[in-house]
């Protein structure tokens, strides 16, 4: 049952946060701070750090051109991180923007894109993709960050998978069965999605992926969806089906 | 199983389909196919009206500035139309159009918009919400355009609810249990989905909400979703759980 303070705003910061802690604020959060949304000192925002949970910290100016905050009290505990895992062929610039926004969202704990042969991105900006996994957790009061790692080919990410960890992907070709029971039956445990490109995987793809015993090829209906949203769709199953919607004693993939 | 042909163009057109007929091609359809697409005379794409199922048709060139389509072979027959309603309060612009679409996608059969005390927008432009739908089902090889209704207040859209029929809310207030178990138990026979504005609903439309016995509150989870996001994942949890993504002669929410 979510109950944050949906008002105040809520920053991602660098530095360690401890009461009374002095924390420099960026140029950029400067500006939308005191530029866009007219705050000044003694207002006081959100701050995370993905470490050190969420506090309330009141904005103080050292100097006419600088902005600090003063964290005072905190308001949330760090939870436990997410143990679910995503991987992803990478999409062009917007689309990827918003699947990796959406995957923060849904609570992804690691995001990794993979590289496939209908993969139509290769060079993937680390940098961008770390600033919108940012900007996801800050607008839904999300905590933890995600570990961001750098592109892999799918072979060879089939060929280091970790033992114990069942890697759910999702297969347009699949025969109709229910999501739900293949994942209640087969899917219990630490959890990893693999989110294909536009193209979809190649034949020669989807034999590799069904060859390995970790592997759940999963339906997702009848009709063919766009990629970033079979991405939501296939973590709203997982999540209700054998995740963090489950009541708390009930997640099944955390370790 | 989607057994689509992934290849050719597919094209929504409002005539009639049938074997020989000559359907013109709009000018836009016509630059797409012509100078993006670069097809000519002789080559085939694939049409739909949402009547009269997917047709292959050949193009024609009856002048040098037009261009018709001649149905040959009906590729798929026209599907039952999904009886699954989405009614949500509109978003700005970029995200209602993504809503929109995606909703279509995931096989909503009626979209409806919603004025409730938080949404932001309050003019909706009927032709761009056709324009989304029509697009969506072009790109994802759906066969049935959804019904596109006029906005309704909530209050009215609840004193003129359909007996018979449950109305699904993302509560995000509503306690931890889980959203599947709550839907195969209080979910079955025709369902609507409701997806409120990025503030939420106020306390007094979460009232009046519960208070309708044909109201069915669920969660979404620990997160707090962004409305786009909560439209995609509460219809992928209807889907699997009660809907068509069930193996077919287990559809729920069908009449």
Redesign the interface.
């Known amino acids: 049952?979510?109950?944050?303070d949906?008002k105040s705003p809520r920053l991602f910061v660098e530095a360690d946060l401890a009461e009374g802690a002095a924390v420099e604020a960026t140029p950029a959060q400067a500006n939308y701070l005191l530029n866009v949304m007219r705050l000044g000192e003694a207002d006081t925002v959100l701050l995370f750090n993905g470490r050190d949970g969420e506090w309330r910290a009141v904005l103080k100016r050292p100097a006419k051109k600088r902005l600090a905050f003063r964290p005072a009290t905190r308001t949330r505990e760090q939870p436990e991180p997410s143990d679910l895992q995503y991987f992803f062929a990478p999409l062009k610039h917007a689309r990827l923007d918003y699947m990796v926004q959406?995957a923060v969202?849904?609570?992804a704990g690691l995001l990794q894109p993979v590289l496939t042969q209908h993969t139509q991105v290769t060079r993937i900006n680390d940098d961008r993709l770390r600033a919108n996994a940012i900007e996801a957790a800050e607008?839904?009061?999300?905590l933890g960050l995600p570990d961001c790692r750098e592109a892999i080919r799918l072979d060879a990410l089939l060929d280091s998978f970790p033992a114990g960890r069942r890697l759910v992907f999702c297969d347009?070709?699949?025969?109709?069965?229910?999501?739900?029971e293949l994942l209640h039956r087969e899917a219990r445990g630490p959890l990893a999605l693999l989110i294909g490109p536009e193209?979809?995987f190649s034949a020669k793809e989807r034999e590799l992926l069904r060859s390995r015993d970790f592997v759940v090829p999963i339906?997702?209906?009848?009709?063919?969806?766009?990629a970033d949203?079979a991405a939501?769709?296939?973590?709203?199953?997982i999540?209700?089906?054998v995740?963090?919607?489950?009541?708390?004693d009930?997640w099944q993939h955390k370790d």
Chains 1, 2 share one sequence.
């Not at 607008?139 to 999300?142: A, F, L, P």
């Not at 339906?219 to 766009?226: A, D, K, Q, T």
């Open positions: 049952m979510p109950d944050h949906f959406k969202e849904m609570g607008q839904c009061g999300i347009e070709r699949e025969d109709a069965a229910s999501p739900i193209g979809g339906s997702l209906g009848p009709r063919i969806l766009r949203t939501v769709a296939a973590l709203a199953v999540q209700a089906a995740g963090d919607w489950l009541p708390h009930r």
